[in-house]
């Protein structure tokens, strides 16, 4: 509701709102010494930043929110009596709320209390807008697929090891483009008649799931960088799996990773430009398109590419020497 004041009152549009918001959100996320609560209050802007980029009501998204909590609650309290079955039981509590709840719940409340934005078609994406958008949420969703999938393949169980290692090497060896038209085209061929994907949420999916079969890579290459006695102290003061993993070996695990992570993240930012051969508008495309059709800017060829250049050469800086800031901070070593 405050956000669609300020919307109404300061004349700023969603984009801008949601631009604002994520550098905001990476403020609080990459600052030091945070409160805990600061940090989980960022988990709300993908549903925020959903509605300020598409529109509509507001309760959408926060039904689809309620999902995530109630099959977090669910799974918190069944899980000191069953365990893994508490989190399944979590699990098909959100998605029988998703299947059933979603829709109807909103819909009322919608009725009710109208707070909205004006809808946006995904067809009027483009630009940076667009590129943020995929790079943000490949980023923030690749690096835990990335490590599930890098543990996975370390498992001891040989179902859940040769299956990871089944998609790891076949995500690796299919490149970015031939999923990104499997996205664009092929995907409706499998679904339902009546059941239709928004084009950018399909492609953030194959981004993700490319970007996660890499960085389950370097994950594992993270893992394999650490001394054997680091199990094996996780094993002598009585840590289950999940604990050592949590506390002692994926944080160092990580640490070591921090380049080839980093890596990873700008070029998969960078591989954003490719949606332009699914139809969508890359920076690219939006520039030159837009410089053609402006008599104004006729005989200007250079300019664009060389403006988009920038803003990228901008981005992708700032990733890598946040990250060699990030090495810096967490050295132990007196060197």
């Avoid at 040769?162 to 092929?186: K, N």
Wanted: hydrophobic content about 55%; glycine content about 10%; some cysteine.
């Amino acid at each position: 509701m405050l956000t669609f004041i300020c919307c109404q009152l300061m004349g700023a549009s969603g984009p801008q709102l949601a631009g604002v918001a994520v550098l905001l959100v990476a403020w609080v996320a990459l600052i030091e010494y945070l409160p805990r609560r600061a940090l989980l209050a960022t988990l709300l802007y993908p549903f925020i930043g959903v509605w300020l980029l598409w529109g509509g009501s507001i309760w959408y998204p926060l039904m689809a929110l309620a999902g995530f909590v109630i099959g977090f609650a669910v799974w918190r309290a069944l899980a000191s009596r069953l365990g893994l079955i508490g989190l399944a039981v979590g699990v098909v509590a959100a998605l029988l709320w998703w299947g059933f709840g979603y829709g109807p719940v909103g819909g009322w409340l919608a009725g009710v209390l109208p707070f909205e934005l004006p809808r946006v078609p995904s067809t009027q994406f483009g630009g940076f807008v667009l590129s943020i958008t995929i790079g943000v949420a490949g980023i923030a969703m690749s690096l835990p697929a990335g490590v599930i999938l890098a543990l996975a393949r370390q498992s001891n169980l040989p179902v859940v090891k040769m299956l990871a290692i089944m998609f790891i090497e076949f995500i690796r060896g299919v490149p970015l483009i031939g999923m990104l038209f499997v996205a664009s085209l092929l995907l409706n061929y499998f679904l339902p008649p009546k059941v239709q994907f928004d084009i950018i949420l399909r492609v953030i999916v194959m981004v993700t799931i490319f970007a996660s079969a890499y960085m389950a890579e370097v994950v594992r290459g993270g893992l394999a960088a650490l001394p054997r006695g680091q199990y094996e102290a996780a094993n002598a003061l009585g840590l289950d799996y999940w604990k050592a993993q949590r506390l002692i070996i994926l944080p160092q695990a990580l640490k070591v990773a921090i380049p080839s992570i980093v890596s990873t993240f700008i070029g998969m930012f960078k591989d954003t430009t490719l949606v332009t051969f699914v139809g969508l508008y890359d920076p690219l495309k939006a520039m030159s398109d837009s410089v053609r059709a402006s008599f104004e800017w006729k005989g200007a060829y250079w300019e664009p590419y060389l403006f988009a250049g920038a803003i990228f050469f901008i981005l992708c800086f700032g990733m890598s020497r946040y990250s060699l800031y990030l090495e810096r901070r967490l050295k132990r070593d007196s060197r």
